[in-house]
């Protein structure tokens, strides 16, 4: 039986077989000792996420989810794969942060950085169903398209393009709502585009993970003069609204109304890589590991 294991804690990106590592142990199934209660599950799917970089830290510094502890399993949620992506806890996040913090109006415009990911599709397509102007940016010409076939009403690829110069060509009127998954410069520029009472959703700031250098902000100020409202969030408060939110989204399926891309990668053992993967931006779409 395969695992993964998390050795020391990264300062930068985790490395493979330094910080994370694939372990083989031999367990008997068959006989394995179950106390009253117990229930043994085999998994079939493993899902990846940013937040489990912030895991792999110092046990001392406080967060709102425990520290990985060295030498055991890293965690990660088992069910079937929507419900780890789109009807789970990344779409569930869209979800809270756009209703909550966003407030969206029709006929809004808002903006969504790493809008290909497992968050950011589901917080544009809720979007459009709102009837809000919606432009996103991703970090490679395949997840623009996608961001088109999604009918994203403008996107842009910010490693080939000046985001400054995107915005301003897509958003004329400037952007109400910012859904930001990335923080750093890209928060940065986007505060000068913001309109009179915009809202930022703080829901990550992945741009900032394993780059110890600190942002230097030059558009603070805006958010005074412009009365802008930034509130960051944390999808775990919210799961007495879950069943709501899935009653929602399983309508939207129904109705065809929502995609959902997935990025799955075969067998555990491929695991840590796909993890490194995600946080440099090679994946594309919500990544699942399929438990072979
Ligand atoms: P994604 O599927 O969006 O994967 C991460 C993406 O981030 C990459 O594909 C890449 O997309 C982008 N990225 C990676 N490095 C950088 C960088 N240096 N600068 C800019 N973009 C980068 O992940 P999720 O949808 O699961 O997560 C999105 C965000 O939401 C993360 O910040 C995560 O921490 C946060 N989150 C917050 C939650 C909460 O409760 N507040 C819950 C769940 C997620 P690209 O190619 O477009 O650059």
Not at 173 to 182: L, R
Request: glycine residues 10%; hydrophobic residues 40%.
């Amino acid at each position: 039986n395969n695992g993964i294991i998390f050795k020391a804690i990264p300062d930068g990106y985790p490395v493979i077989g330094e910080h994370i590592e694939l372990v083989t142990r031999e367990i008997d199934i068959e006989n394995f000792p179950l106390a009253d209660g117990d229930i043994l599950v085999k998994n079939q799917y493993l899902s990846l996420d940013p937040y489990m970089r912030g895991r792999m830290r110092n046990p001392q510094i406080k967060s709102y989810v425990k520290s990985y502890e060295i030498g055991k399993a890293l965690e990660g949620h088992v069910p079937k794969s929507y419900f780890i992506g789109l009807l789970g806890m990344p779409g569930f996040t869209a979800y809270i942060g756009l209703n909550k913090i966003g407030k969206p109006k029709e006929g809004e415009t808002i903006f969504i950085s790493a809008a290909s990911g497992a968050v950011g599709q589901v917080v544009g397509q809720i979007a459009k169903i709102k009837g809000l102007r919606v432009i996103g940016s991703a970090g490679s010409d395949s997840k623009i398209k996608y961001l088109d076939e999604l009918n994203f009403d403008g996107a842009f690829n910010y490693k080939t393009r000046n985001i400054d110069e995107e915005l301003t060509k897509l958003c004329p009127n400037g952007i109400d709502i910012y859904f930001d998954n990335v923080g750093g410069e890209t928060l940065d520029i986007v505060l000068s585009h913001l309109n009179d009472n915009a809202r930022v959703v703080a829901c990550g700031m992945i741009s900032r993970y394993n780059d110890n250098n600190p942002h230097v902000f030059k558009n603070l100020m805006y958010i005074v003069t412009k009365r802008i409202l930034i509130q960051g969030f944390i999808v775990l408060d919210h799961y007495q609204e879950v069943d709501s939110f899935q009653k929602e989204m399983r309508e939207w399926l129904k109705q065809d109304k929502i995609k959902y891309k997935e990025d799955i990668v075969e067998g555990i053992q491929n695991a840590p890589e796909a993890f490194l993967n995600l946080l440099t931006g090679k994946n594309f779409g919500k990544v699942i590991v399929k438990i072979c």
